[in-house]
């Protein structure tokens, strides 16, 4: 499988912007799928944005027009440039990679902290 490694977190008053990293490793051949999701405090796990080989990249409500997710194949990496941060972004975000077959199967990274300060 593949082994995922996020950065970029960190504290940001509102307002200001981040971008995460997430470096991929291990078995990346066939890996359909690459993203972001979160988990605030208290909350669920939800969705951010992904970005899936063929398709056009899909975003949450919540942060369409703020966030960008973008991926480098030749650095095995995806990044998640997030602006005009809102207190209610504050979470561990975590990258994911998905193969839809042959086997299937998923990886998560360990997470990676942003503090929005308002």
């Known amino acids: 499988q593949v082994q995922l490694v996020e950065s970029g977190g960190g504290l940001v008053q509102a307002g200001g912007s981040l971008r995460l990293s997430c470096v991929a490793s291990g078995s990346i051949f066939g890996i359909n799928m690459m993203g972001w999701y979160r988990q605030a405090p208290g909350k669920q796990r939800e969705f951010v944005a992904n970005?899936?080989?063929?398709?056009?990249?899909t975003y949450a409500d919540s942060v369409k027009g703020r966030f960008t997710i973008s991926r480098d194949n030749a650095k095995n990496t995806i990044y998640l440039q997030m602006d005009s941060l809102k207190p209610e972004d504050t979470a561990v975000y975590y990258c994911k990679a998905q193969r839809f077959s042959g086997p299937s199967y998923e990886s998560w990274g360990q997470g990676t902290q942003v503090t929005v300060s308002s």
């Open positions: 970005t899936i080989l063929g398709a056009s990249a």
